[in-house]
Protein backbone atom coordinates (compact mmCIF):
# COMPACT_ATOMS: atom_id res chain seq x y z
CA UNK A 1 0.00 0.00 0.00
CA UNK A 2 1.12 3.64 -0.94
CA UNK A 3 0.60 6.94 0.91
CA UNK A 4 -2.81 9.01 -0.32
CA UNK A 5 -2.19 12.43 -1.21
CA UNK A 6 -2.26 15.17 2.00
CA UNK A 7 -4.93 17.59 1.27
CA UNK A 8 -6.80 20.08 2.32
CA UNK A 9 -9.33 22.24 0.75
CA UNK A 10 -8.89 26.46 0.56
CA UNK A 11 -11.44 28.46 0.97
CA UNK A 12 -12.84 28.36 -2.53
CA UNK A 13 -12.93 24.64 -2.45
CA UNK A 14 -9.82 23.28 -4.49
CA UNK A 15 -7.94 20.49 -3.07
CA UNK A 16 -4.67 21.68 -1.86
CA UNK A 17 -1.50 19.57 -1.19
CA UNK A 18 0.18 20.48 1.12
CA UNK A 19 3.60 18.52 0.83
CA UNK A 20 4.08 20.22 -2.83
CA UNK A 21 2.71 23.64 -2.04
CA UNK A 22 0.48 23.71 -4.77
CA UNK A 23 -3.56 23.16 -5.84
CA UNK A 24 -4.94 20.67 -7.87
CA UNK A 25 -6.72 23.12 -10.37
CA UNK A 26 -7.26 26.82 -11.00
CA UNK A 27 -9.11 28.84 -8.80
CA UNK A 28 -10.76 30.28 -11.47
CA UNK A 29 -12.00 27.18 -13.77
CA UNK A 30 -10.05 24.49 -13.65
CA UNK A 31 -12.44 22.62 -16.07
CA UNK A 32 -11.93 25.25 -18.91
CA UNK A 33 -8.12 25.24 -18.50
CA UNK A 34 -7.78 21.32 -18.54
CA UNK A 35 -10.25 21.06 -21.91
CA UNK A 36 -7.76 24.11 -22.93
CA UNK A 37 -4.39 22.81 -22.02
CA UNK A 38 -4.81 19.38 -22.72
CA UNK A 39 -7.56 18.49 -25.13
CA UNK A 40 -7.70 20.98 -27.39
CA UNK A 41 -3.82 21.69 -27.83
CA UNK A 42 -3.37 17.82 -28.68
CA UNK A 43 -6.19 18.36 -30.85
CA UNK A 44 -8.08 15.19 -29.84
CA UNK A 45 -11.40 16.26 -31.78
CA UNK A 46 -10.12 16.21 -35.03
CA UNK A 47 -7.86 13.07 -34.71
CA UNK A 48 -10.61 11.06 -32.70
CA UNK A 49 -11.94 11.50 -36.08
CA UNK A 50 -8.99 10.40 -38.43
CA UNK A 51 -6.68 7.91 -36.69
CA UNK A 52 -5.09 5.11 -38.05
CA UNK A 53 -6.02 2.41 -35.13
CA UNK A 54 -9.38 1.72 -33.92
CA UNK A 55 -8.76 2.80 -30.23
CA UNK A 56 -6.90 6.46 -29.22
CA UNK A 57 -4.28 6.03 -26.10
CA UNK A 58 -3.63 9.27 -24.14
CA UNK A 59 -0.68 8.91 -20.98
CA UNK A 60 -1.08 11.45 -18.32
CA UNK A 61 1.95 11.98 -15.47
CA UNK A 62 -0.77 13.01 -12.71
CA UNK A 63 -4.24 11.47 -12.59
CA UNK A 64 -5.09 14.30 -9.39
CA UNK A 65 -8.94 14.54 -9.20
CA UNK A 66 -9.08 12.83 -12.28
CA UNK A 67 -10.26 16.06 -13.95
CA UNK A 68 -8.54 15.31 -17.21
CA UNK A 69 -9.74 12.19 -17.79
CA UNK A 70 -12.84 13.50 -16.82
CA UNK A 71 -13.23 15.77 -19.58
CA UNK A 72 -11.44 13.60 -22.25
CA UNK A 73 -14.10 10.98 -21.67
CA UNK A 74 -17.14 13.09 -22.37
CA UNK A 75 -15.97 14.48 -25.24
CA UNK A 76 -15.17 11.09 -26.08
CA UNK A 77 -18.38 10.15 -25.76
CA UNK A 78 -19.73 12.98 -27.67
CA UNK A 79 -17.33 11.67 -30.50
CA UNK A 80 -19.25 8.33 -30.17
CA UNK A 81 -22.31 9.66 -30.36
CA UNK A 82 -21.60 11.96 -33.34
CA UNK A 83 -20.84 8.70 -35.17
CA UNK A 84 -23.58 6.57 -34.19
CA UNK A 85 -25.98 9.13 -35.40
CA UNK A 86 -24.25 9.46 -38.88
CA UNK A 87 -23.70 6.06 -39.17
CA UNK A 88 -20.03 6.04 -39.28
CA UNK A 89 -18.97 3.46 -36.51
CA UNK A 90 -16.68 2.05 -39.58
CA UNK A 91 -14.98 5.25 -39.56
CA UNK A 92 -13.06 7.19 -36.67
CA UNK A 93 -11.81 5.91 -32.99
CA UNK A 94 -14.39 3.25 -31.47
CA UNK A 95 -12.65 3.17 -28.00
CA UNK A 96 -10.30 5.48 -25.75
CA UNK A 97 -7.58 3.84 -23.56
CA UNK A 98 -6.37 6.59 -20.93
CA UNK A 99 -3.03 5.71 -19.07
CA UNK A 100 -2.52 7.64 -16.20
CA UNK A 101 0.01 7.62 -12.95
CA UNK A 102 -0.67 8.96 -9.50
CA UNK A 103 2.26 8.58 -7.11
CA UNK A 104 -0.07 10.09 -3.90
CA UNK A 105 -3.98 9.11 -4.79
CA UNK A 106 -6.53 10.76 -3.22
CA UNK A 107 -8.67 9.28 -0.97
CA UNK A 108 -12.20 8.53 -2.06
CA UNK A 109 -13.90 10.30 0.36
CA UNK A 110 -11.48 13.90 -0.99
CA UNK A 111 -11.97 12.66 -4.79
CA UNK A 112 -15.57 13.00 -4.39
CA UNK A 113 -15.12 16.25 -2.67
CA UNK A 114 -12.87 17.46 -5.04
CA UNK A 115 -15.78 16.02 -7.75
CA UNK A 116 -18.29 18.40 -6.48
CA UNK A 117 -16.94 21.27 -7.87
CA UNK A 118 -17.85 19.77 -11.78
CA UNK A 119 -21.54 19.13 -11.45
CA UNK A 120 -21.48 18.87 -15.41
CA UNK A 121 -19.15 15.73 -15.22
CA UNK A 122 -21.43 14.32 -12.12
CA UNK A 123 -22.52 11.27 -14.59
CA UNK A 124 -19.05 10.82 -15.43
CA UNK A 125 -17.34 11.12 -11.54
CA UNK A 126 -20.01 8.51 -10.03
CA UNK A 127 -19.19 6.09 -12.42
CA UNK A 128 -15.29 6.54 -11.82
CA UNK A 129 -15.82 6.83 -7.88
CA UNK A 130 -17.16 3.63 -7.87
CA UNK A 131 -15.35 1.97 -9.15
CA UNK A 132 -12.23 4.45 -7.56
CA UNK A 133 -9.53 1.37 -6.19
CA UNK A 134 -7.73 1.15 -2.85
CA UNK A 135 -4.42 2.76 -2.22
CA UNK A 136 -2.38 -0.59 -3.43
CA UNK A 137 0.49 0.19 -5.55
CA UNK A 138 0.25 -1.30 -9.53
CA UNK A 139 -1.94 -0.98 -12.39
CA UNK A 140 -5.56 -0.66 -11.48
CA UNK A 141 -7.57 -1.57 -14.75
CA UNK A 142 -10.94 0.62 -14.97
CA UNK A 143 -13.32 -0.49 -18.05
CA UNK A 144 -16.52 1.76 -18.43
CA UNK A 145 -19.38 2.15 -21.15
CA UNK A 146 -18.80 -1.64 -21.89
CA UNK A 147 -15.45 -1.42 -22.58
CA UNK A 148 -15.79 1.48 -24.82
CA UNK A 149 -13.38 3.91 -22.42
CA UNK A 150 -10.25 1.40 -20.73
CA UNK A 151 -8.61 3.46 -17.74
CA UNK A 152 -5.43 1.91 -16.69
CA UNK A 153 -5.06 3.90 -13.42
CA UNK A 154 -1.21 3.59 -12.25
CA UNK A 155 -0.48 4.24 -8.45
CA UNK A 156 2.89 4.83 -7.98
CA UNK A 157 6.11 6.24 -9.22
CA UNK A 158 5.58 7.54 -12.83
CA UNK A 159 9.29 6.58 -14.38
CA UNK A 160 9.07 3.20 -12.18
CA UNK A 161 5.05 2.64 -13.73
CA UNK A 162 6.22 3.20 -17.27
CA UNK A 163 9.68 0.67 -16.88
CA UNK A 164 6.77 -1.82 -15.77
CA UNK A 165 4.51 -1.54 -18.84
CA UNK A 166 4.74 -3.80 -22.23
CA UNK A 167 4.99 -1.90 -24.92
CA UNK A 168 6.70 -2.90 -28.99
CA UNK A 169 8.93 -0.58 -30.67
CA UNK A 170 6.50 1.11 -32.66
CA UNK A 171 5.18 2.51 -29.44
CA UNK A 172 1.59 2.49 -27.91
CA UNK A 173 1.00 6.43 -26.99
CA UNK A 174 -0.61 8.89 -29.26
CA UNK A 175 -1.23 11.70 -26.98
CA UNK A 176 0.92 12.72 -23.83
CA UNK A 177 -1.17 15.36 -20.86
CA UNK A 178 2.02 16.17 -19.09
CA UNK A 179 0.24 17.32 -15.76
CA UNK A 180 1.89 17.04 -12.33
CA UNK A 181 2.26 20.08 -9.50
CA UNK A 182 4.60 22.72 -10.63
CA UNK A 183 8.14 21.78 -12.30
CA UNK A 184 9.21 24.32 -8.68
CA UNK A 185 6.86 22.80 -6.45
CA UNK A 186 7.80 18.97 -7.61
CA UNK A 187 11.03 18.51 -9.29
CA UNK A 188 11.51 15.12 -8.99
CA UNK A 189 8.96 13.95 -11.52
CA UNK A 190 10.16 16.74 -14.19
CA UNK A 191 12.93 14.83 -15.12
CA UNK A 192 15.19 13.53 -18.28
CA UNK A 193 14.62 10.04 -17.30
CA UNK A 194 10.99 10.28 -17.31
CA UNK A 195 10.73 12.26 -20.62
CA UNK A 196 12.94 9.69 -22.19
CA UNK A 197 10.71 7.41 -20.93
CA UNK A 198 7.66 9.08 -22.28
CA UNK A 199 9.60 9.09 -25.79
CA UNK A 200 10.54 5.33 -25.92
CA UNK A 201 6.34 4.24 -25.13
CA UNK A 202 5.31 6.92 -27.38
CA UNK A 203 4.00 5.92 -31.29
CA UNK A 204 5.48 8.02 -33.97
CA UNK A 205 4.32 11.56 -34.49
CA UNK A 206 2.48 11.23 -30.70
CA UNK A 207 1.62 14.24 -29.40
CA UNK A 208 2.03 15.86 -26.11
CA UNK A 209 1.36 19.30 -23.99
CA UNK A 210 1.94 20.45 -20.65
CA UNK A 211 1.20 24.05 -18.79
CA UNK A 212 4.51 24.98 -17.96
CA UNK A 213 6.89 26.48 -20.12
CA UNK A 214 9.97 26.30 -18.35
CA UNK A 215 13.18 26.42 -20.20
CA UNK A 216 14.53 22.89 -18.67
CA UNK A 217 11.24 20.67 -19.28
CA UNK A 218 11.32 22.39 -22.62
CA UNK A 219 14.90 21.50 -23.17
CA UNK A 220 14.62 18.41 -21.69
CA UNK A 221 11.85 17.07 -23.89
CA UNK A 222 13.78 18.10 -27.27
CA UNK A 223 16.63 15.89 -26.21
CA UNK A 224 14.05 13.13 -25.69
CA UNK A 225 13.41 13.49 -29.34
CA UNK A 226 10.16 15.98 -29.21
CA UNK A 227 9.90 19.17 -31.44
CA UNK A 228 8.39 21.68 -29.01
CA UNK A 229 7.20 24.95 -29.16
CA UNK A 230 5.64 27.74 -26.75
CA UNK A 231 1.92 28.12 -27.21
CA UNK A 232 -0.26 30.77 -25.79
CA UNK A 233 -0.99 29.64 -22.33
CA UNK A 234 -4.36 29.34 -20.74
CA UNK A 235 -6.11 32.72 -19.05
CA UNK A 236 -3.59 35.30 -17.74
CA UNK A 237 -0.79 32.47 -17.84
CA UNK A 238 1.45 33.67 -20.92
CA UNK A 239 2.74 30.46 -22.53
CA UNK A 240 2.60 26.94 -21.86
CA UNK A 241 4.69 23.58 -23.99
CA UNK A 242 3.46 21.53 -27.00
CA UNK A 243 5.12 19.00 -28.84
CA UNK A 244 5.21 16.46 -30.82
CA UNK A 245 7.25 13.22 -31.48
CA UNK A 246 9.44 13.06 -34.88
CA UNK A 247 10.73 9.63 -34.71
CA UNK A 248 10.43 6.68 -32.65
CA UNK A 249 13.51 4.83 -31.05
CA UNK A 250 14.46 1.69 -30.36
CA UNK A 251 12.92 0.79 -27.15
CA UNK A 252 10.81 -1.87 -26.36
CA UNK A 253 9.86 -3.62 -22.82
CA UNK A 254 10.63 -7.26 -24.43
CA UNK A 255 13.38 -8.51 -26.52
CA UNK A 256 13.64 -8.84 -29.73
CA UNK A 257 13.46 -12.53 -30.63
CA UNK A 258 9.69 -11.40 -28.66
CA UNK A 259 8.32 -9.62 -31.64
CA UNK A 260 5.67 -11.40 -33.72
CA UNK A 261 3.99 -9.74 -36.42
CA UNK A 262 0.24 -9.28 -35.31
CA UNK A 263 -2.74 -10.57 -36.97
CA UNK A 264 -5.74 -8.62 -36.69
CA UNK A 265 -8.55 -11.39 -34.90
CA UNK A 266 -11.85 -12.02 -36.81
CA UNK A 267 -13.40 -15.01 -35.69
CA UNK A 268 -12.14 -16.79 -32.17
CA UNK A 269 -13.02 -20.46 -31.03
CA UNK A 270 -13.54 -20.88 -27.57
CA UNK A 271 -13.20 -24.27 -25.60
CA UNK A 272 -15.26 -24.98 -22.68
CA UNK A 273 -18.35 -23.73 -20.91
CA UNK A 274 -16.95 -22.56 -17.75
CA UNK A 275 -16.63 -18.91 -16.04
CA UNK A 276 -13.34 -18.73 -18.01
CA UNK A 277 -14.33 -18.90 -21.03
CA UNK A 278 -17.30 -16.65 -20.56
CA UNK A 279 -15.04 -14.32 -19.42
CA UNK A 280 -13.03 -14.40 -22.34
CA UNK A 281 -16.04 -13.97 -24.75
CA UNK A 282 -17.29 -11.19 -22.86
CA UNK A 283 -14.07 -9.18 -23.04
CA UNK A 284 -14.16 -10.32 -27.03
CA UNK A 285 -17.45 -8.99 -27.74
CA UNK A 286 -16.65 -5.66 -25.90
CA UNK A 287 -13.92 -5.46 -28.51
CA UNK A 288 -16.14 -6.05 -31.30
CA UNK A 289 -14.35 -10.02 -32.37
CA UNK A 290 -16.94 -12.48 -33.08
CA UNK A 291 -16.50 -15.41 -31.25
CA UNK A 292 -18.02 -19.44 -30.72
CA UNK A 293 -17.95 -21.56 -27.70
CA UNK A 294 -17.50 -24.90 -27.73
CA UNK A 295 -18.56 -26.81 -24.96
CA UNK A 296 -19.65 -30.88 -24.53
CA UNK A 297 -22.50 -30.17 -21.91
CA UNK A 298 -26.10 -29.22 -22.14
CA UNK A 299 -25.44 -25.89 -20.61
CA UNK A 300 -22.50 -23.76 -19.56
CA UNK A 301 -21.05 -24.31 -16.04
CA UNK A 302 -21.16 -27.67 -15.81
CA UNK A 303 -18.19 -28.97 -14.72
CA UNK A 304 -16.75 -26.41 -12.20
CA UNK A 305 -13.39 -27.92 -12.51
CA UNK A 306 -15.29 -30.56 -9.81
CA UNK A 307 -15.91 -28.13 -7.11
CA UNK A 308 -19.71 -28.21 -5.40
CA UNK A 309 -19.31 -23.93 -5.23
CA UNK A 310 -17.23 -21.26 -6.42
CA UNK A 311 -14.86 -18.78 -4.61
CA UNK A 312 -13.38 -16.23 -5.55
CA UNK A 313 -10.13 -14.47 -3.23
CA UNK A 314 -6.74 -13.34 -3.46
CA UNK A 315 -3.81 -15.42 -2.57
CA UNK A 316 -2.84 -13.85 0.21
CA UNK A 317 1.38 -14.38 0.73
CA UNK A 318 3.50 -13.15 4.30
CA UNK A 319 5.72 -11.21 2.16
CA UNK A 320 4.85 -8.64 -0.74
CA UNK A 321 6.36 -10.19 -3.61
CA UNK A 322 5.06 -9.22 -7.23
CA UNK A 323 3.38 -12.84 -7.26
CA UNK A 324 1.01 -11.42 -4.21
CA UNK A 325 0.57 -8.07 -6.24
CA UNK A 326 -0.63 -9.95 -9.37
CA UNK A 327 -3.09 -12.14 -6.89
CA UNK A 328 -4.24 -8.85 -5.22
CA UNK A 329 -4.48 -6.63 -8.40
CA UNK A 330 -6.57 -9.67 -10.12
CA UNK A 331 -8.91 -9.89 -7.46
CA UNK A 332 -9.52 -6.59 -7.52
CA UNK A 333 -10.00 -6.21 -11.12
CA UNK A 334 -12.84 -9.33 -10.72
CA UNK A 335 -14.71 -7.81 -8.20
CA UNK A 336 -14.87 -4.69 -10.24
CA UNK A 337 -16.49 -6.66 -13.45
CA UNK A 338 -18.70 -9.15 -11.58
CA UNK A 339 -20.27 -5.62 -9.82
CA UNK A 340 -20.12 -3.80 -13.56
CA UNK A 341 -21.64 -6.71 -14.43
CA UNK A 342 -24.55 -6.32 -12.24
CA UNK A 343 -24.92 -3.18 -12.51
CA UNK A 344 -25.59 -3.79 -15.85
CA UNK A 345 -28.68 -5.74 -15.21
CA UNK A 346 -27.11 -9.38 -15.50
CA UNK A 347 -27.92 -11.60 -13.08
CA UNK A 348 -26.24 -14.84 -11.46
CA UNK A 349 -26.10 -15.57 -7.70
CA UNK A 350 -23.55 -14.46 -5.33
CA UNK A 351 -22.48 -13.21 -1.75
CA UNK A 352 -19.28 -10.89 -0.91
CA UNK A 353 -19.41 -12.90 2.40
CA UNK A 354 -15.72 -13.12 1.97
CA UNK A 355 -13.53 -16.02 2.93
CA UNK A 356 -11.62 -17.04 5.99
CA UNK A 357 -7.96 -18.12 5.47
CA UNK A 358 -6.20 -19.64 8.54
CA UNK A 359 -2.21 -18.91 8.69
CA UNK A 360 -0.23 -21.76 8.14
CA UNK A 361 3.39 -22.25 9.14
CA UNK A 362 5.50 -25.57 7.65
CA UNK A 363 7.64 -26.88 10.25
Known amino acids: MIKNANIHFNNLGTPFANDFGD ?217 MLVGQLECVNDAQSAPAYFHQDSSALKNVAVIGGGIASSCILYSLAKRGIASQLFCQDEKPAMGASHNVQGAIYPHLQAKNSPHSELFAHSFLYAKRLYNQLLNNGFSFDYDWCGVLQHAVKNL
Open 23 to 239: IYFSNDDGLAESHYVYYEQNNIDARLQNHDQPHFVIAETGFGTGLNFLNTWQRFTDHFARQQVQNQLDKGVKRLHFISFEKYPLSIDDLKRALQAWPLLSAFSDKLTKQYPINLEGCHRLEFDNGLVVLDLYFGDALESIHAMSYPQTGIVDAWYLDGFAPSKNPEMWQQSLFNSMADISRVSATLSTFTSAGFVRRGLIDAGFNTKKAKGFGQKRD
